[in-house]
């Protein structure tokens, strides 16, 4: 079950998976919506008003609690609730009776979500769903002993209970750099955005690059402003020529880059790009990336997923949802060997031999960051074509 609460407040390897394939296809169930929408506008207080205490929920003698905390109302108020809804969806699918899902609305501080959330008697949470809100509630929850597993992908959030399983930039990175090495891609050039993505992003590329035995001849950066990419590109060309450049920024920015980087010398140079482009659902017909490779999960069962949840709560869900759904697959599985009112078995988490789930494959390391299994896509005449598949396991 799942139910919307908002605080009142004053004034290496794997050999099995749970089967995710099925669970898509069950028998429909009454639809359930979280209670409650979200609200426009602020609500209450600022988050650093101490809120006003309230009763904690009655204990569930049957189910155990887990709390999902996402913003439920201000400007990610619909992600949150594509989040909310694709766990309910999950529950549904998996007609799970052991597990109680509860919501918690981050936007009015997620250190006072948190606190609601173990007052309430939850020995699970999943979510936050953005870094700094993952840093406000991991103390809170260590201090419980409530282990957390997050949907941001900022790798610097997990380890000490927090548990990653957003899409990390440096995986699509180092799948896509060896798949180009592969074919014979020597020489890299990069283009990476101003900012922490785009920092990361180079670090990453350098050292896939070099693991590969490849080489960089030229990195650029480049900030909002419209001239900053075109100076960046002009910048590339009046260095060594290169075979592949990685565009480490949303489609439309490679899209934009694309023309210009065909009128120098490395006119033929392959486009390569991240799991940033999966989010794209018009992709495959843009003919400036035509022949352009990027690594992400795969969107076979995504795609059967986004129409059952079309049907369900008439929208399309935001991509990142499956980040939801995929969360309670997890907890369902570990759930049928949790006994009820007892410390959930993180362990589980970090000691599995994985999980799989609408984005495929996946498994925690134990810095706590979700390794994925992830495949090489083109974009060819009008659509995405796979050219690598997502590999069957994971190096040791």
Request: proline share 6%; aromatic share 8%.
């Amino acid at each position: 079950m799942a139910e919307a609460v908002q605080a009142r407040q004053s004034g290496r390897g794997w050999k099995r998976f749970a089967v995710v394939a099925g669970a898509l296809f069950l028998a429909a169930c009454e639809t359930v919506v979280p209670r409650g929408r979200p609200v426009e506008g602020p609500v209450g207080p600022p988050p650093s008003t101490r809120p006003t205490p309230i009763p904690a929920l009655p204990q569930d003698d049957t189910r155990n609690r887990v709390a999902l905390l996402v913003p439920m109302t201000g400007p990610n108020a619909r992600v949150g609730q594509s989040l909310a809804n694709a766990t309910t969806l999950a529950l549904l699918d998996t007609k799970s009776e052991s597990v109680r899902i509860t919501t918690y609305d981050t936007a009015t501080g997620a250190a006072a979500a948190t606190q609601r959330a173990i007052a309430d008697g939850n020995r699970l949470i999943l979510g936050p769903l953005l870094a700094e809100d993952v840093r406000a509630a991991a103390p809170i929850a260590r201090r419980a002993n409530v282990p957390v597993v997050s949907f941001s992908n900022d790798s610097s959030v997990a380890g000490n209970g927090v548990f990653v399983m957003g899409y990390a930039p440096n995986q699509s990175i180092e799948r896509v750099v060896s798949y180009a090495r592969s074919q014979g891609v020597t020489n890299f050039a990069g283009l990476m955005p101003g900012g922490l993505y785009g920092e990361r992003a180079s670090t990453s590329f350098l050292r896939a690059v070099e693991d590969q035995k490849g080489q960089v001849v030229s990195l650029q950066s480049y900030d909002s402003r419209g001239a900053s990419l075109s100076g960046a590109i002009t910048r590339l060309a009046a260095g060594s020529p290169y075979q592949a450049v990685l565009i480490a920024d949303a489609s439309a920015t490679a899209a934009r880059a694309a023309p210009m980087i065909r009128k120098g010398e490395s006119r033929t140079a392959r486009i390569l790009g991240t799991e940033l482009w999966n989010t794209d659902t018009g992709l495959g017909g843009n003919a400036a990336l035509n022949g352009a490779w990027f690594a992400s999960v795969s969107n076979s069962l995504y795609r059967q997923y986004a129409t059952k949840y079309r049907a369900r709560f008439g929208a399309a869900p935001y991509r990142l949802s499956s980040l939801g759904y995929d969360s309670v697959l997890l907890t369902v599985r570990i759930a049928r060997d949790w006994r009820v009112g007892t410390t959930f078995p993180a362990s589980r988490l970090s000691g599995s031999d994985g999980f799989s789930g609408i984005d495929g494959a996946f498994r925690f390391d134990r810095a706590g960051i979700a390794e994925r299994a992830l495949e090489v896509q083109e974009v060819r005449g009008g659509s995405l074509v796979t050219v690598s598949p997502a590999p069957t396991s994971f190096g040791n």
